[in-house]
């Protein structure tokens, strides 16, 4: 009796196979939900600035100080972004949370002017190529089954040299240089899309140690994507953009 009932109960429980399978669908459950909310803060960044960029080309006087401030917000926006990164491990998800939405406000300020350089049907040709073109390369990155690390090493080596190549260029004013920073920024942003998404969806099927790192590490995420979509738009903007008159 007791032989059959250990049987039995033997019977009931899952294999070492079974259980892995288990295992991973819970994880990547995990990581479906984390992506969730990670694209639910990149897509809340994106709107704080198109509402920001809209009060910016609604009012005449908001965008002459903006024009007037322009490079000491971007400088602000740099050390935003670099004091983000920095003092994340020291921040509530709160504080966070705000500092990543102040972030794209004030992105939205300087976006605003540059965006009233184009026509608004050029702009918005721009933002749905820029949108699709986004679309595509993070549903890639979030089901090839290839590693993007590599890529990843180089794409930021790129990174670095096109911002090395914009400083140069405010002395020399080469439209060739200019054109070429484009095509080129254009190329390495639409593989770093790709290359995040698969970075922190890996973050998210590992999981974490609580649902405040688990949130901070979702904001850094939506802070990469949110970077990668607006330099995107950018670069194509330069491309596709119809200057005004």
């Given at each position: 009796?007791?032989?059959?009932?250990?049987?039995?109960?033997?019977?009931?429980?899952?294999?070492?196979?079974?259980?892995?399978?288990?295992?991973?669908?819970?994880?990547?459950?995990?990581?479906?939900?984390?992506?969730s909310r990670m694209f639910g803060w990149m897509a809340g960044g994106l709107a704080v600035s198109g509402v920001v960029a809209a009060a910016v080309?609604?009012?005449?006087?908001?965008?002459?100080?903006?024009?007037?401030?322009?490079?000491?917000?971007?400088?602000?926006?740099?050390?935003?972004?670099?004091?983000?990164?920095?003092?994340?491990?020291?921040?509530?998800?709160?504080?966070?949370?705000?500092?990543?939405?102040?972030?794209?406000?004030?992105?939205?300020?300087?976006?605003?002017?540059?965006?009233?350089?184009?026509?608004?049907?050029?702009?918005?040709?721009?933002?749905?190529?820029?949108?699709?073109?986004?679309?595509?390369?993070?549903?890639?990155?979030?089901?090839?089954?290839?590693?993007?690390?590599?890529?990843?090493?180089?794409?930021?080596?790129?990174?670095?040299?096109?911002?090395?190549?914009?400083?140069v260029n405010i002395f020399l004013h080469s439209s060739a240089v200019q054109w070429a920073i484009s095509g080129l920024g254009a190329l390495i942003?639409?593989?770093?899309?790709?290359?995040?998404?698969?970075?922190?969806?890996?973050?998210?099927?590992?999981?974490?140690?609580?649902?405040?790192?688990?949130?901070?590490?979702?904001?850094?995420?939506?802070?990469?994507?949110?970077?990668?979509?607006?330099?995107?738009?950018?670069?194509?903007?330069?491309?596709?953009?119809?200057?005004?008159?």
């Open positions: 009796m007791n032989q059959d009932r250990n049987s039995s109960a033997v019977g009931t429980q899952p294999g070492w196979g079974q259980s892995g399978n288990i295992e991973h669908a819970a994880r990547t459950d995990m990581a479906a939900r984390f992506a080309l609604s009012s005449q006087e908001l965008m002459l100080g903006v024009f007037e401030w322009f490079r000491a917000l971007l400088i602000v926006e740099l050390v935003m972004v670099f004091g983000f990164t920095a003092l994340l491990r020291r921040m509530n998800f709160a504080t966070a949370a705000a500092s990543f939405l102040a972030y794209a406000a004030v992105n939205g300020l300087t976006l605003g002017l540059v965006v009233s350089l184009y026509t608004h049907e050029s702009v918005a040709n721009t933002f749905f190529v820029t949108a699709g073109t986004f679309g595509f390369m993070a549903f890639l990155g979030a089901t090839t089954k290839r590693d993007l690390t590599s890529f990843g090493s180089f794409l930021i080596m790129g990174v670095v040299a096109l911002l090395l190549a914009s400083v942003f639409t593989g770093l899309t790709a290359y995040d998404v698969q970075r922190f969806q890996k973050m998210g099927y590992m999981g974490f140690h609580s649902k405040e790192e688990e949130g901070k590490v979702a904001l850094v995420g939506a802070l990469n994507l949110y970077l990668d979509f607006i330099n995107l738009f950018l670069m194509l903007l330069r491309f596709f953009g119809n200057r005004r008159n």
